[in-house]
Structure formats: structure tokens, C-alpha cells
């Protein structure tokens, strides 16, 4: 039996090449279909049956130049379509700054990369992280602004240095 979604499959595919008539059993789909499986209702097709006569309405869209009907869209969640979250060049743009900020240090730190930055993160941005997922609360614009943050930390561990190697 098939599910819901694969009739509405079927029946869009057949509406496209007109060949559905709506309220009509003997319509030509419904021939298509008893000819290819000999079943006389789309709904008790198996699976294979159910492959069978897309294919086949698909041939003939293919025939007459029309296009199969898309997939239906699946909205994915929203933590995992990153609306509003920080994109992924931003990601590798502040792990970039920070082992660039790391390679300034004078004196070598029991801190690891990433708790060293959610304290920069909750320094700056007020907002508390977890070492293995930093971003997870971040949006696009916290994120521009803990670059630009971190560029600042750069620039002042450069001048430290800099300032150090003078003193000697």
C-alpha cells in the first residue's frame, strides 16, 4: 500500500501530462496503470508497482518535453538550517584569529583554544558556551562582532610584543 504522498505523486505526474480525469476510474491513468501492474487502484500498488508506472508517466513527460513535478520541500529544523545562526565562513574566520592570537603568546597556557574563547565570548558578548559547540547561541551579527573583537586582541597582543622585543 502506498503512502500518501506517493499517490500524490502519482496523480500530479498524470494531472501534468493530462491524462487525469478527476472522478473518473476509467480514466487514462488509470488504463496506464491497470495495463503496467493489474491493479485497478493506485492506492494498492506495492512499491515496485508504485516504481513502475512513475517511471513510466515519467517517460512520457520526458516525451512530450514536460518536467516531473519537484519533490515536495522539507523544511528542516531551525537549528539545522542556520537562519539567524553564524555562518560557516565566520566559524573558520574567528578559529582562524585564534590561532593567530595563540601564536602571540609569550608564555605557553594550560587553556585550551576553544575555552579560551568562550571567554572571549563571554567577555564580550555576555554570553556563556561551552568549549565543544562556542557558536551554537551566536547569531550573524554576534558574529561579526566577536571577529572585529577578536582582531582587536590580535592587534593589542602584536603592540605587547612589540613593545617587549624594544624593551630588551
Known amino acids: ?3 500518501p504522498q506517493q499517490t500524490q505523486r502519482i496523480y500530479a505526474m498524470a494531472a501534468r501530462l493530462g491524462v487525469l480525469e478527476s472522478g473518473n476510474k476509467n480514466d ?35 516525451l512530450q518535453n514536460l518536467t516531473e513535478p519537484p519533490k515536495p520541500y522539507k523544511k528542516k529544523k531551525y537549528e539545522d538550517s542556520g537562519r539567524g545562526k553564524m555562518s560557516d565562513g565566520q566559524r573558520r574566520k574567528v578559529w582562524q584569529l585564534m590561532y593567530q592570537l595563540e601564536k602571540y603568546d609569550t608564555e605557553p597556557t594550560t587553556a585550551k583554544l ?14 556563556d558556551c561551552t568549549s565543544k559547540q562556542p557558536f551554537r547561541w551566536l547569531t550573524y551579527n554576534q558574529g561579526i562582532t566577536l571577529i572585529e573583537k577578536l582582531k582587536k586582541y590580535i592587534d593589542s597582543a602584536a603592540q605587547r610584543r612589540k613593545a617587549g622585543e624594544n624593551k630588551s
Request: with cysteine.
Open 114 to 127: 576553544g575555552d579560551r574563547l568562550c571567554g572571549i565570548i563571554k567577555k564580550e558578548l555576555k554570553i
Open 1 to 3: 500500500m502506498l503512502k
Open 28 to 62: 487514462m491513468l488509470h488504463t496506464i496503470v491497470y495495463r503496467l501492474t493489474q491493479k485497478e487502484s493506485i492506492r494498492s500498488l506495492d512499491e515496485n508497482e508504485y516504481k513502475t508506472v512513475v517511471s513510466e508517466l515519467a517517460e512520457r513527460l520526458k
